[in-house]
Nanobody
């Protein structure tokens, strides 16, 4: 089994940056890919970015050019560097891990972008 813990959320002003981290524990070797999702107030959860073990990345159009996903496979850790944050980026951000046994989710970390 895999467990995920996010960190790095907080309150920032528009235009500022924030870096989220997600640490995996347990059967890290079973992870095929990892990703970030978010749920804004009153909205459905949406994909932010994903990264495979081979390093292939995929981004939502709304974050392309501003957010960067990366990972350290040996440590089972992934990151989300968020630059030029906007008020519409305010959401609870969740990391997930794709394994042969199913998708595992973290508990979420709140990001608030407000002046």
């Amino acid at each position: 089994q895999v467990q995920l813990v996010e960190s790095g959320g907080g309150l920032v002003q528009p235009g500022e940056s924030l870096r989220l981290s997600c640490a995996a524990s347990g059967r890290i070797s079973s992870i095929n890919a990892m990703g970030w999702y978010r749920r804004a107030p009153g909205k459905e959860r949406e994909l932010v970015a994903t990264i495979s073990n081979e390093g292939y990345t995929n981004y939502a159009n709304s974050v392309k050019g501003r957010f960067t996903i990366s990972s350290d496979n040996a440590k089972g850790t992934e990151y989300l560097q968020m630059n030029s944050l906007r008020s519409e980026d305010t959401a609870v951000y969740y990391c997930n891990a794709y394994t042969p046994f199913g998708t595992v989710w973290g508990q979420g970390t709140l990001v608030t972008v407000s002046s």
